[in-house]
């Protein structure tokens, strides 16, 4: 059995920063790609970063390079993303991810996901 949790999103000002945390357990981490998605409400669900297991294969999606950065602690079976310059439109459920293929596609796993809501 897999589970991920997701923690550390909430209400921030726009320009502000949040960390978002997935803690991995069960059958998935080990050997996984790691990622984050993220949902708006009446959006479809997109792609937004991943990264390997030994944190030299990282993308991202257009709209985050060089504002988000994701990271993996995999003694602790961790993933990390730090969030900065936090605009209005990233306002969404960031959900966690692994997956087998660099790719992200297809997701074996999926958290259940976090709220992240910027305020203009």
């Known amino acids: 059995q897999a589970q991920m949790v997701e923690s550390g999103g909430g209400l921030v000002q726009a320009g502000g920063s949040l960390r978002l945390a997935c803690a991995a357990s069960?059958?998935?981490?080990?050997?996984?790609?790691m990622g984050w998605f993220r949902q708006a409400p009446g959006k479809e669900r997109e792609f937004v970063a991943s990264i390997g297991w030994n944190s030299i294969k990282i993308n991202y999606a257009d709209f985050v390079k060089a504002r988000f950065t994701i990271s993996r602690d995999n003694a602790k079976k961790m993933v990390y993303l730090q969030m900065n310059n936090l605009k209005p439109e990233d306002t969404a459920v960031y959900l966690c991810?692994?997956?087998?293929?660099?790719?992200?596609?297809?997701?074996?796993?999926w958290g259940q996901g976090t709220q992240v809501a910027v305020s203009s």
């Open positions: 991810a692994s997956s087998l293929w660099n790719s992200m596609d297809p997701v074996d796993f």
């Open positions: 069960g059958r998935t981490f080990n050997g996984y790609f």
